[in-house]
């Protein structure tokens, strides 16, 4: 659903902050207290893999969120893999004659657990939304393919009007377009960066599109509220109608991003 979506796409922070520093350093006290074990070796590599394991799981989230189809089922495999191995460092392994780990060890493993509950609840909101998240790089593609012919097509539009010298403002106007286009890309790029910088793409993602579009539709119509005049000349008139086809292709894309992200 589009809760569970937007869910999913704050889970980049919580692997890569807290996956990465509250887990490797649990697990590094936990690699040197348990060296006075008598099964040091056993414990010590269960610990070592659970802390490249943790690293994949970041890893594997993060492309993800990006949109990379292949990384969902590595993140399941970590993901499995690490409860596996912590299941065995607190429970024991009866294939492997090992006991459960020290009574000296268990808080850092309790400190492990309690990351891990939130982690792996992260973990399974992106495989639930694996669907929509893809969605998303889908749709950023289809944007991204679009917007420089969008942008060569303003950039006619200011010539023509610097060449029929129009008025500084209807000049200024389509300036700022090709400005707030070029912003669009960018930040449409970075809708797949994940964590705090896709909240903030996202949000002057859509920022920009809505102004772009009041803008653009004021320029072809006319909207005296913005101040904008109706562009009389027929070369830019018509490259602005241009702009207005990819634009509505554009801005149903971006619609659908921001309804399935934060």
Known sequence: SAGQAKASNKVVVLLSVLLLGTIILALFTFLHVSQRSSY????????????????????????????????????????????????????????????????????????????????????????????????????????????????RNFEDVVKILLKQKASQHQVFLATNQLMLAQRIEHNASRVLAGGQATDIAIEQFGKDAEQFGKVLEGMLRGDAEMGIQQVTNAEVEQKLREVAMLFTTIKQHAEEIIRITP
């Open 40 to 151: 040091d070796e056993k414990y010590l590599l269960r610990s070592s893999d659970e802390r490249i394991h943790s690293q994949r799981i970041a890893k594997f989230a993060l492309a993800a969120a990006r949109g990379d189809t292949d990384a969902f089922a590595m993140l399941k495999k970590s993901r499995d893999q690490f409860a596996r191995i912590l299941q065995e460092l607190r429970e024991g392994s009866a294939a492997d004659s090992l006991p459960p780990s020290p009574q000296e060890v268990k808080p850092q493993l309790d400190a492990v657990d309690r990351s891990w509950i939130r982690l792996n609840q992260g973990v399974e909101l992106v495989l639930k939304n694996q669907q929509d998240i893809l969605g998303v790089g889908q749709f950023v593609k289809v944007i991204t393919d679009l917007l420089p012919q969008l942008q």
